[in-house]
């Protein structure tokens, strides 16, 4: 795989009812969030056929074609902190963030790799003081930054309603294994998110995105300038929340630049062999969907169900979670 020095590169790509009285902020006018908690049971999502891709805003999300899934239920939300801490708490499962990193990750003598790139840690999302291009002003391993604590050890602790993240693609794995679910494929988590909705590349209001110039000035006139529980933005169609923004969500899919148009009956995407990242030749990404709350007009517009991006499995961030999806009806 790719050494952690690149990691900052990688986790760039990875660049409820609420009553929304208004107030003034500044020459912005800020919405003010009244925070439901959804259920956490999954919601039975009827099989069916929709237009999967869009072709108007970036190359990869295309061709557009029409796909079909079969039924299955989804998670309402994105699994949140407490859900994982219960999983923890059952299990004694450790993150991989939680543990020292193998100097035989990055192909360098061990003398040439610093030293807190050794330590168990995450990248964290770190706004710079001026407007920038390079992502590395953004971007900070902090040692020590996991799921539990999301901004380092000298941070506050993890919000429980909030979005889990820090976990890697087999953090994840762990989770749905105990959970009885699966991470979706692209497909299902499209179609769940598209919900009958007409592609758009406008910023959406009821999303938690970025409001202003990034990566330096976030007006939060959308009620946060961070990740926000789940349950602050309106459901869409289907019942679910944060579909797009708050944090990117993992699929099972592995990514390539574009979609198969002869792929259409519950598409898994390419295999691991056929799997390219143009940002990290040589290693099979994953998928991720949705945006985050980083994504903004000027650098990501990806809040769409369409928006795809890649992401190494093997590692966390600060703005990558996940939900899953069942085959079967959920007990309990």
């Known amino acids: 795989m790719t050494s952690r020095l690149v990691l900052a590169s990688i986790v760039a790509l990875a660049t409820a009812a609420c009553s929304q009285p208004e107030q003034q902020h500044g020459a912005a006018m800020v919405v003010t969030r009244d925070c439901v908690t959804p259920d956490d049971a999954p919601v039975r ?9 869009q072709e108007d805003v970036y190359r990869e999300e295309g061709p557009v074609r029409q796909v079909t899934v079969d039924g299955f239920w989804i998670d309402p939300h994105e699994i949140t902190n407490s859900q994982f801490a219960r999983f923890v708490a059952a299990t004694g499962y450790v993150t991989l963030a939680e543990k020292p990193v193998d100097p035989a990750l990055f192909g360098v003598p061990v003398e ?3 030293p807190d790139m050794l330590e168990p840690g995450s990248a964290v999302f770190t706004a710079p003081a001026r407007p920038s291009n390079n992502y590395a002003d953004w971007w900070t391993y902090i040692p020590g930054a996991n799921w539990a604590k999301p901004y380092g050890p000298e941070g506050a602790d993890a919000v429980p309603e909030e979005p889990v993240v820090h976990l890697a693609w087999e953090d994840m794995q762990a ?4 959970a009885g679910g699966r991470i979706p494929t692209e497909a299902e988590w499209e179609y769940a998110a598209s919900a009958g909705q007409a592609p758009y590349s406008d910023q959406p209001a009821e999303a938690n995105s970025w409001q202003g110039v990034f990566p330096a000035v976030n ?3 959308d009620g946060f300038g961070g990740i926000a529980p789940v349950g602050c933005y309106q459901p869409n169609a289907n019942g679910l929340y944060d579909m797009v923004g708050n944090v990117w969500e993992m699929t099972a899919d592995y990514y390539a630049a574009g979609h198969d148009p002869d792929d259409t009956q519950n598409p898994t995407g390419p295999d691991r062999n056929t799997a390219y990242d ?3 030749p040589g290693f099979a990404s994953r998928v991720i969907k949705g945006g985050s709350y980083l994504c903004a007009p000027n650098y990501c517009q990806r809040y769409r169900p369409a928006a795809r991006s890649a992401r190494d499995p093997s590692m966390g961030a600060s703005n990558v979670g996940f939900r899953l999806v069942y085959d079967t009806a959920p007990k309990g």
């Open 45 to 53: 999502l009827e099989g069916g056929a929709f237009a999967m891709g």
């Open 112 to 114: 040439q790799i610093p």
């Open 175 to 178: 989770y749905a294994n105990w």
């Open 278 to 280: 143009p940002m990290n």
């Open 219 to 221: 007006q939060e006139t």
